[in-house]
């Protein structure tokens, strides 16, 4: 470790002021402290913001959902409001980290969580991410757990979020407060590809702090759910994963919304799975169509090919379980 400031927020507006002056928000701490202690990250000043209010999940206007950046991950999962409209959302959590974490980390948190890319995480070794401008040791070293989607020659590192995909899928949006208001922007523009930057990761501006996760109301009944495959059955990240929520009426799908995790750079949205499955009515021969797509644009490294069939399984799978054709 090395010498930091600390200082706790009374209040939204204390906390932006803050986050302006260039301090580093912390709420469960779960990901910044060990990468602190790795020295991964050195922050000057960490702002806590675990006192705020932002800690409920409430419905909206519409229907839809409103997690607070401060619901913890265990909170989250066992909501009976999140548990019976948006499954997806619940499974997503419980399958992530472990008990402790999730009684520890936030939504906020875990969607501004940082990769696990072990050369990121060696201080040691080459990482755009880490140390702008010094190479990626992933890109010619061991890069089974890497990314096939998204990369660029810069970064190739996977976002390892699960609750991200689930919100991905179901196109949530980011509630944000900073030192010019509050303003909310679509997931699928918060978190960021690498490109040319890849220690740029998120589009937030100075100061601005996570206040909430939205999610918009669907047509009933939606069914939802998330599968995740991985090396062991616990303790460990997607090596790829799907989110999938479909809204059946009629015996004709009206709404598909799937995504999926452990592949992309960022949680990885599915259009062309979506668009095959919408209007068209549940089949086995439907399912396998649609996920034949979903590793659309995959560029695979020398290690991780096999998550180009990986996912295309994942998905299927997936929408077979949801969609309710065996
Ligand atoms: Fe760093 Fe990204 Fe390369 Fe990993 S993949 S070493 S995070 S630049």
Same mark, same amino acid.
């Given at each position: ?154 970064? +190739?590192?996977?976002? *390892? =979020?699960?609750?991200?995909? !689930?919100? @991905? $899928?179901?196109? #949530? ?104 499955? +919408?209007?068209?009515? *549940? =089949?086995?021969?439907?399912? !396998?169509? @649609? $996920?034949?797509? #979903? ?32």
């Amino acid at each position: 470790m090395y010498p930091f400031t600390y200082t706790k927020a009374a209040d939204t507006r204390q906390a932006v002021n803050a986050g302006r002056r260039g301090g580093r928000y912390i709420a469960g701490g779960t990901t910044l402290v060990d990468l602190m202690r790795e020295t991964v990250e050195r922050p000057e000043t960490l702002v806590d913001i675990s006192g705020l209010p932002l800690s409920e999940v409430t419905v909206t206007e519409r229907g839809g959902l409103r997690i607070g950046a401060l619901v913890t991950m265990s909170e989250a999962a066992a909501d009976r409001k999140v548990r019976t409209t948006f499954p997806v959302v619940s499974q997503a959590l419980e399958l992530s980290a472990s008990a402790q974490l999730r009684n520890m980390a936030t939504i906020g948190g875990n969607i501004m969580q940082r990769t696990r890319c072990t050369y990121f995480r060696d201080v040691t070794a080459a990482c755009n991410k880490r140390e702008p401008g010094s190479g990626c040791a992933a890109r010619e070293g061991f890069n089974r757990t890497h990314a096939i989607l998204g990369t660029s020659d810069a970064c +190739v590192a996977t976002h *390892p =979020s699960d609750v991200a995909v !689930a919100f @991905a $899928a179901l196109e #949530a949006t980011v509630q944000l407060l900073g030192p010019d208001g509050g303003r909310s922007i679509p997931f699928a523009d918060f978190l960021l590809q690498p490109g040319g930057t890849p220690s740029r990761e998120q589009s937030l501006r100075k100061g601005e702090l996570i206040t909430a996760v939205e999610v918009p109301a669907y047509p009933r009944p939606l069914r939802s759910g998330y599968l995740k495959v991985r090396d062991r059955q616990s303790y460990e990240f997607a090596l790829t994963s799907a989110a999938v929520a479909l809204h059946i009426s009629g015996g004709v799908i009206r709404e598909a919304k799937v995504a999926a995790g452990g592949v992309g750079t960022v949680p990885w949205k599915l259009p062309a799975v979506e668009q095959h499955l +919408v209007g068209e009515r *549940p =089949s086995k021969s439907l399912w !396998a169509a @649609a $996920a034949a797509r #979903a590793a659309d644009g995959a560029r695979p490294l020398e290690h991780n090919r096999f998550k180009v069939e990986l996912l295309q399984r994942t998905v299927e799978r997936q929408l077979r379980i949801v969609g309710g054709t065996k």
